[in-house]
């Protein structure tokens, strides 16, 4: 059964900081994985997906990278802003048959002036 | 383009009363889904539907729930009868191709569900 891990649940950084989030998966045999954010009280944004033949995928200051041997996906935000306080989640797609999302529980970025 | 649409946003009802959600895709989008946030938990599937058909239900709880999606346009997930442990956070999201399973889903603002 395919389980996904967030560590750490919370995360506190000063402006400008660069930061990394991880990401684990139980079963290495998933098809894409995808990135959101989710502001309080809002609906899930849709960040990066990647696709399990890829290592990695950019979006302005993000980067994903996808390491399906090891069962680890990281997020890599440069320069961090207050804007960028939010949940972030990861999801993966466990079968082609189905677009099932697995998602972790999030980690909670909160970015200080 | 207009987003995922959910009505209603927040939803409060007694045990044993019946509650419908709604869920507006993208407008295009063949692929359906439905998932829920139960408090303290992570986002759980609870199923899929390609155009008016279930793809995948493998995610619901129980035979309390009943989703539909007429048309192949906009859905409903009825709770009949509703239980306290029904209460969370209901997300729809959509995709676009019919083949594309794994495809970036986009997801609606979310209807909370408070069960008292």
């Known amino acids: 059964k395919q389980e996904v891990t967030q560590i750490p649940a919370a995360l506190s950084v000063p402006e400008g900081e660069n930061l990394v989030l991880n990401c684990s998966f139980t079963?290495?045999?998933?098809?894409?994985l995808q990135w959101f954010r989710q502001d309080p009280g809002k609906g899930l944004t849709s960040l990066l997906l990647i696709q399990s033949s890829q290592r990695e995928q950019t979006s302005g200051r993000l980067n994903a990278s996808l390491d399906k041997s090891s069962g680890r996906s990281t997020l890599y935000i440069a320069a961090s802003q207050p804007g960028d306080s939010a949940t972030y989640l990861c999801a993966v797609f466990g079968s082609s048959n189905t677009g099932k999302l697995i998602f972790g529980q999030g980690t909670t970025l909160q970015v200080k002036p | 383009e207009a987003g995922v649409t959910q009505f209603p946003s927040h939803s409060v009802i007694e045990k044993g009363q019946t509650v419908t959600l709604r869920c507006d895709p993208i407008?295009?989008?063949?692929?359906l889904y439905w998932y829920r946030r139960v408090m303290g938990k992570e986002i759980k599937f609870l199923l899929h539907?390609?155009?008016?058909?279930?793809?995948?239900e493998s995610g619901m709880p129980n035979n309390r729930f009943l989703a539909e999606r007429t048309g192949g346009t906009y859905s409903t997930l009825k709770v009949q009868p509703a239980e306290l442990e029904d209460s969370g956070v209901y997300f729809c999201a959509s995709s676009r191709h019919w083949a594309g399973h794994t495809d970036t889903q986009y997801f609606g603002p979310g209807t909370r569900l408070t069960v008292l």
């Open positions: 079963d290495s045999a998933i098809y894409n």
């Open positions: 539907f390609v155009k008016e058909s279930k793809q995948d």
């Open positions: 407008s295009g989008h063949d692929n």
